[in-house]
């Protein structure tokens, strides 16, 4: 359950849910208004939408730990490009790849990791680690602001 915790706490606590700190300063850079940065959001959650049911498939075929190990270096990746853009375009650019592999390491694969370990109180276990990535979230913002 720790496990699954830390990894959503990065994933989306700190991945998703902090992403918008960084947008004011993305948008002077890029010499565009906070719409424009924010369509950003709205690739990855169209990206994380339009493979949800390939992701899906693909948790009763590949190991768990397989599929996590590719979240996180498409997650990973995907955040190491970020910091080297230089036009909006690469930063959209950016957007699928983030919504791919946050979509194959997190709600899905966890609450599959979460019914394959724990025979009693997964609804429980699951509200935690579900609970934890908008915990990071609170406090992890005005940590990165």
Known sequence: ?????????????????????????????????????????????????????WVGRQIGKMDVRVMMTISALLSGGSFLLQAMVQNLWQYYFTAPLLGLGVGMGSFMTITVIINNWFEKNKGLVTGITMSVSSLVGIIMNPVLN
């Open 1 to 53: 359950m720790v496990a699954c915790c830390l990894y959503m706490g990065a994933s989306i606590g700190i991945g998703t849910n902090c992403g918008a700190i960084f947008m004011p300063v993305l948008a002077e850079e890029f010499g565009v208004g906070l719409g424009a940065v924010a369509t950003q959001s709205t690739i990855m959650c169209i990206a994380m939408a339009a493979s949800a049911p």
